[in-house]
C-alpha cells in the first residue's frame, strides 16, 4: 500500500539538537548525531536538519556536520541553514546531503532558486516558507527565522518558487510550532491546490491522526514533523520515536 513521506525535523542550535515552540522557548534536546543513529535504527524515510541561527550569525550550515551526518545516514536527508550562494549549495550536496533548504535567501532574491534549479536540477532545491499572520492579520512569509515579515502571501510566494524552479516546498505554520496541536490544514491545502510540485506539511503535529488529517484534507505530498518525535507522553520526555511500516496510518 502506498505510504505518503513522515520526515522528522532535527533543529540545530550552537551545534546541539533543540525543539521550539513557536520559533521561541528552545529546549535542548541532544546531540544531533546520536539522534540521527537512533533514525537510522527506526528506518525513516528521510530527515531534515536546519540551522536555525546560521542566517542570523551570517553563516551557513557546517560543512563538517554535514559530512559527519552523510557518514551516519542511511537515508536521504536534506539540510539548510544560510544558503546563499552556488558554491555552497554545491559543497553540501557533495558532502553528502541529497537536497538543499532554502529559506530567507529565496525571499531576498527568487531569482536565486531559478539559478541553483538551473545549475543542479529541481529535484535537489527546496525552499523552506514559514508562515504567520502580519499586524493586520494576513498570513505573510516570514524570513530570519521568524523576525522579518515579506509582502508575499503564501500561496503567491509558493507559486513564485514553483515557478522559479524549486523541486518542492515545506510549508511551516509558525503559529502552530511545537504545540503539537494539529496542522494548518486550511494554510496546507490552499498552497496544495495552487501548485503541481510536492509540498510537505510541518508544524503541530502531535500524534499520528495528524499525519493522517493533513495527508487526506490538507491534501499535503509529505508531513514532516519535530515534537512528534523527539517527545514521549504529556510530559514531554525526550524519545526519539517514528512510526514503524505496520502502523495503520493511511488504512
Known sequence: MFRPRII??????????????????????????????????LKVDEIILLDIDATKEKRTISL?????????????????????????????LSSGAEKVIIGSHALEDPNFIKLLSDYFGSS??????DVKNNFFRRGRVWSHNGRKVSKYSPVDFAKLMEEKGAGEVIIQSIPNDGLMSGYDIELINNISSSVTIPVVALGGAGNL?????????????????????VFQGPKRGVLINYPDNSSAIFS
Open 209 to 229: 491522526e495528524h499525519l493522517r488529517d493533513v495527508y487526506e484534507n490538507g491534501l499535503a505530498s509529505a508531513m514532516a514533523a519535530g515534537s512528534l518525535f
Open 124 to 129: 535537489t532545491i527546496v525552499v523552506c516558507i
Open 8 to 41: 522528522p525535523v532535527l533543529l540545530m542550535q550552537n551545534q546541539v539538537l533543540v525543539k521550539s515552540k513557536n520559533f521561541n522557548k528552545y529546549r535542548y534536546i541532544g546531540d544531533p548525531i546520536n539522534a540521527v543513529k537512533i533514525f537510522n535504527d
Open 64 to 92: 563538517d556536520f554535514v559530512r559527519s551526518l552523510g557518514e551516519e545516514t542511511n537515508m536521504p536527508f536534506s539540510v539548510g541553514g544560510g544558503i546563499n550562494s552556488i558554491n555552497q549549495a554545491r559543497e553540501i
